[in-house]
């Protein structure tokens, strides 16, 4: 993607100074690993130390845009099963980044094409294409932000030497697909639930860069198919998924079903979604001993990550009873009808300590609670959601922060009433990698802050199983969300608050804490490494 920020490279002799001491300062018995905590010039402990100014915010398009070009060294980790294909990451590293700009939706660049070019698509396990905008009559073309105009690439299949268009007699064509009879071509148009939100175009061949998720990072070209997205609609203008949106779906369509297919990973993946926005991809990740386990339901026409519950403990209060629910990280929040919504939501209100107030129109939740001014933290109760089988599944991660326009401070519960099916969106997710396996049936989760390996005896980065439900209140500034807009095709509409999810159904930051003066000389050794840095390259 093209880029207005400048990168900065670390050079190798602070690595290697760097690795020397960590492995100095962390590692375990006889023939264990080794491992040390590294941070990027752009993290809250950098920036806490050396006091920088003028800095990518995070959660803004400019902060993933120089972290993921630049800060490579948490890349390539072994996985547990090894009895598969080594598992599979972005050409660019698995790094993802929850955008509150950009629909709070989990966003990651992708490499595709020959020569390689980069898109930032948003990742949704809701719907089945990978597409891009292409050649576009209706598209956006560039974001409005803080620091100015950020480009973004447009895909088009006349600048690729190794894309085809899928023919109309293709296998990937079917019946479901029409034909463009002039041009030989394969139709697609995909309408999801949001605000007619919609992306039409043509199917197309071409390879898509990845490379394996170890210590070698070897290099991989995987042949795919995606969609030419000539026209996009609805939310796709307004800011959510500008760039792209990538399916993670169960269909023969989806990218992970087309690398299961040709052998190049396993038949699953995961998402990891960090408490700091932060997270990870990888495609042929079956998950690690330990994790809790249901199985998914596919008695559907459009087989889905459909799971079942049995129940919803909130606080001090248990409530047995069976509903189903969909897993999809392309909806930024939860959405539950009844009686799953009553249950959730009235026993979270009676055991709230802080005042129910009314939110403004834009606002879409129905249950939040304002903060008195003298207040620095406060408690919410602690929810629970139990899964067929017995695995529990705790909320890390319930609730909301807002700044109202009084300026005073808010939370809600981040649940959405749905007119019909549940959904279990982002926000649930966080705090847990999320396994997607497909090869098994099951949908897996295990507490994770997203910086671990995946193996089982890794114990460092675990989340609690429990978590300390007292939450500090933070500045009203820190809970205001950003605002970006979407120039293309005559087309400029500021992205609102709480902008609509594209999905195909309706749609607390953690600082790292050190334990040590090892730690702390770490961590003022790369301080100053970064300040020379930062000065050689202003």
């Not at 948490?74 to 080594?86: E, S």
């Not at 620091?147 to 064509?173: A, F, M, R």
């Not at 043509?202 to 042949?223: C, F, G, M, R, Y």
């Given at each position: ?102 629909g709070f939706l989990h966003y990651a660049n992708v490499t595709v094409g020959t020569p390689g070019l980069s898109f930032l698509?948003?990742l949704d396990t809701g719907s089945d294409l990978f597409w891009l905008p292409c050649d576009c009559s209706k598209c956006v ?295 997607f396996d497909r090869e098994k049936l099951v949908l897996g989760w295990k507490a994770s802050d997203c910086n671990d390996s ?85």
């Open positions: 993607m093209a880029n207005s920020c400048t990168i900065v490279n670390f050079f190798i002799a602070p690595i290697l100074f760097l690795a020397i001491l960590g492995l100095q300062l962390k590692s375990s018995d006889g023939f264990g690993t080794f491992g040390f905590e590294i941070h990027h010039r752009y993290s809250d402990p950098v920036k806490g130390i050396l006091d920088l100014h003028g800095l990518p915010k995070k959660g803004s398009v400019e902060y993933y845009s120089a972290w993921t070009q630049h800060d490579q060294f948490i890349k390539g980790r072994h996985l547990a099963d090894t009895t598969n294909p080594t598992p599979l990451a972005f050409s660019g590293g698995n790094e993802t980044l929850r955008l509150s700009a950009l698509v948003a073309r560039a974001l409005e932000t803080r620091s100015g105009k950020l480009n973004l690439n447009i895909y088009s299949p006349n600048t690729s030497s190794t894309s085809e268009v899928v023919p109309c007699n293709g296998t990937l064509c079917g019946q479901r697909r029409r034909c463009l009879a002039s041009q030989n071509a394969c139709a697609y148009g995909v309408a999801y639930l949001s605000n007619n939100t919609s992306s039409t175009g043509v199917l197309v061949e071409d390879i898509l860069h990845l490379e394996t998720n170890n210590a070698q990072q070897k290099s991989i070209e995987a042949p795919i198919a995606l969609g030419c997205g000539i026209r996009q609609t609805g939310a796709f203008l307004t800011g959510a998924a500008p760039n792209g949106l990538f399916g993670l779906g169960m269909e023969n369509i989806s990218v992970p079903s087309m690398l299961a297919s040709k052998g190049l990973a396993a038949n699953s993946f995961s998402m990891c979604f960090g408490p700091d926005g932060m997270g990870r991809i990888v495609f042929g990740d079956k998950g690690s001993p330990g994790q809790g386990e249901t199985p998914l339901n596919l008695d559907q026409p459009h087989p889905t990550y459909n799971i079942s519950l049995t129940g919803i403990t909130v606080g001090n209060k248990i409530t047995d009873f069976d509903f189903t629910a969909i897993f999809d990280s392309g909806t930024s929040f939860t959405y539950l009808n009844d009686p799953a919504y009553k249950v959730i939501t009235e026993n979270f209100d009676s055991q709230a300590k802080q005042p129910r107030i009314q939110p403004d129109g834009e606002i879409p939740f129905e249950y939040c609670y304002g903060i008195s001014a003298n207040q620095t933290t406060f408690e919410t109760p602690d929810v629970n959601l139990t899964m067929k089988g017995g695995n529990q599944f705790f909320l890390f991660d319930p609730i909301i922060m807002l700044s109202l326009a009084d300026g005073s401070v808010a939370y809600c519960l981040a649940v959405v009433k749905s007119g019909d099916v549940n959904i279990i969106g982002q926000n649930f997710m966080t705090g847990y990698r999320v396994i995946g193996e089982s005896n890794d114990k460092s980065t675990t989340m609690p199983v429990n978590k300390n439900n007292s939450t500090e209140v933070p500045s009203p500034a820190s809970v205001v969300p950003e605002a970006t807009k979407g120039n293309g095709s005559g087309n400029e509409p500021a992205t609102s608050s709480f902008p609509s999810v594209p999905s195909s159904r309706p749609a607390g930051n953690h600082a790292p804490h050190f334990n040590s003066f090892y730690c702390q000389l770490m961590m003022a050794m790369l301080s100053i490494f970064s300040y020379y840095l930062i000065i050689i390259s202003s």
